[in-house]
């Protein structure tokens, strides 16, 4: 089968998984950035004064044996790695530069980090996130990542969940006080002693004999909930203003 086909097969996941080469320069900078990334993400963390609301959807999934599939949006990364390091999940990154600093970041926060995505080696990786949720232990994606379009969601945590029943967990972190980056997500980076608001929505679930229309229901859920969720939490804090 052909890259096109296997991109095909798998809604527009490719299957190429050939390890991203890096010159010298390249690996010293991950080293680097990556380590900073950890130090910073765990010191600013730890000032945050946090508020959360939905926590009973996440009990309830437990509650019925099930797995999470946790979703949120690439540019709250920062609080949301801090936020879930206890919980040994893994998470999906890319196979490009910025992915590689990521990954190890989390690495160092706890966390496995498969790799793939929509564009670069996104079969392998849900394979590996397929076995992590048979054993037992949650995923995640940063749905619109790595390279957007920003605030639009990929397929997925939708085909992951109808092959394991898990369930789809969405989740938005809003900051009170933050800086953004001009990048193509808008990241924020938390300023120190901010408060944070999480909001955490119902689970999805996806059934295993869903077809092509059901798929792109659940999709369609996926994206209206996690936009609900940031329009709910980023208009809390100008309420407050």
Request: glycine share 8%; with cysteine.
């Amino acid at each position: 089968m052909n890259a096109s086909r296997e991109e095909e097969s798998a809604g527009g996941l490719a299957y190429w998984s050939r390890p991203r080469q890096f010159t010298l320069w390249q690996r010293v900078q991950i080293a680097v950035v990556s380590q900073l990334a950890a130090w910073l993400i765990g010191l600013i963390g730890r000032t945050l004064r946090w508020q959360s609301e939905g926590d009973e959807h996440l009990d309830a999934i437990y509650r019925h044996g099930k797995r999470a599939i946790f979703t949120c949006w690439h540019g709250r990364i920062f609080s949301a790695l801090f936020y879930w390091r206890k919980t040994e999940m893994a998470v999906m990154t890319s196979q490009n530069f910025d992915g590689e600093y990521i990954a190890r970041c989390m690495q160092k926060l706890g966390y496995s980090a498969p790799r793939g995505s929509s564009s670069r080696g996104g079969l392998k990786a849900l394979a590996e996130m397929v076995r992590y949720l048979r054993r037992g232990k949650d995923v995640g994606f940063a749905v619109d990542g790595p390279r957007g379009p920003r605030y639009e969601v990929k397929p997925g945590p939708v085909l992951l969940a109808r092959r394991t029943g898990a369930a789809i967990f969405c989740f938005h972190i809003s900051l009170q006080h933050r800086f953004q980056l001009n990048s193509w997500d808008q990241t924020q980076i938390p300023l120190p002693f901010s408060r944070a608001l999480i909001l955490k929505a119902p689970p999805i679930y996806v059934s295993r004999e869903a077809g092509e229309p059901g798929l792109q229901e659940k999709i369609a859920e996926m994206q209206s909930t996690l936009d609900a969720l940031r329009e709910r939490g980023d208009s809390h804090w100008k309420s407050k203003a």
